[in-house]
């Protein structure tokens, strides 16, 4: 088979599409033949050198897919060769083939094609594992949304508003800012041009966010902490703006606030298991009933991830960005 290989960390162009040794499928384990991949910020750290997959992973980038079984490993039970799936992975999604935990597994949404299908896995688990069994967000709340444009954001504004929250978001520029009000958003700042803890005060009347979704981090943790509400907490998932910085405890202890830090990738596959299970649960007949959808930019053929991560890098793009194999 072929997959993108990382012979040496880099730029875009040290993706390089090469002929590998096939997977094979371990216990408990299905393989899967790729139709598309999603491109993930994670993926490019990877490229740089700098996100290592986890032991015994695929050491090809690509945290999510979707395609077709071919093969069962052993003791595999509720799956058959032939399923349509799409699948949070660990590595080696941008590939052909990939071996995967069967508690990783989802059946394509009802009503959506396979292809598109290979945006789910990684936006839905983050944001449900973050934004509903950490963070605990309830109807009525108030959650912001850093980078509503992105694939995590797009997810997360959708999400909030299903279950009945008033949704915020931050992004760049009024087209994504459209983009974002269209998928629900109710309070819009643009990063570049306001204050969003200023702006988010005066649209909740002083209140300010329950819950923070955040992938910057160090460079908005003291504005974060200042735009919880009273009993607020704050999931971050992402290191785009730092990995230090100071933090107002006084701050914190006068709002009885929280903070969570979380990573998806290097978690054992049970609690993966766990996770995928309540996306099945609670977030698949949403996309199925047309609630949510997925929000894809656009489509490159696997071969050409190099682009892929250069698109990704400029941030222009409102939602994913697809890679596929056929």
């Known amino acids: 088979m072929h997959a993108i290989t990382i012979p040496e960390p880099g730029g875009p162009e040290a993706l390089v599409w090469a002929e590998v040794p096939d997977p094979v499928p ?77 508690g990783q597994l989802l059946p394509v949404p009802e009503g959506l094609d396979l292809v598109t299908a290979a945006t789910l896995p990684e936006v839905t688990a983050t944001v449900w594992s973050n934004v509903f069994l950490t963070a605990g967000l309830r109807p009525g709340e108030t959650l912001l949304v850093h980078g509503g444009s992105s694939g995590i954001g797009t997810m997360a504004v959708q999400l909030g508003k299903a279950v009945g929250a008033r949704v915020a978001v931050t992004a760049g520029g009024p087209e994504k800012l459209a983009r974002c009000a269209e998928l629900g958003a109710d309070i819009l700042i643009d990063y570049r041009e306001q204050d969003f803890v200023a702006e988010l005060r005066e649209a909740t009347d002083g209140a300010g966010a329950d819950v923070i979704l955040d992938i910057i981090g160090a460079k908005y943790l003291d504005r974060n902490v200042r735009a919880l509400a009273a009993n607020g907490r704050l999931a ?17 202890l006068a709002k009885r606030a929280a ?25 698949w007949p949403l996309i199925a009933a047309g609630t949510v959808r997925p929000v894809v930019d656009r489509t490159f053929p696997m071969a050409e991830a190099p682009e892929a991560h250069r698109t990704m890098e400029a941030s222009g793009h409102i939602g994913k960005i697809l890679l596929t194999t056929g």
């Open 259 to 283: 903070i969570t830090a979380t990573s998806l990738r290097a978690r054992p596959p049970a609690e993966k298991a766990t996770i995928v299970a309540a996306v099945r649960e609670h977030v």
């Open 26 to 102: 371990g216990e408990g384990e299905v393989l899967v033949e790729v139709a598309a991949g999603a491109v993930n910020r994670a993926d490019v750290l990877q490229r740089q050198g700098f996100y290592d997959p986890p032991p015994g992973a695929s050491p090809y980038p690509g945290l999510e897919c979707s395609g077709r079984i071919t093969a069962l490993g052993a003791g595999v039970s509720g799956w058959a060769v032939g399923d349509e799936v799409c699948a949070l992975l660990a590595g080696g999604g941008y590939a052909e083939k990939v071996a995967v935990p069967t």
């Open 236 to 252: 971050i998932i992402g290191l785009q703006g730092g990995n230090k910085g100071e933090l107002n405890l006084g701050a914190l």
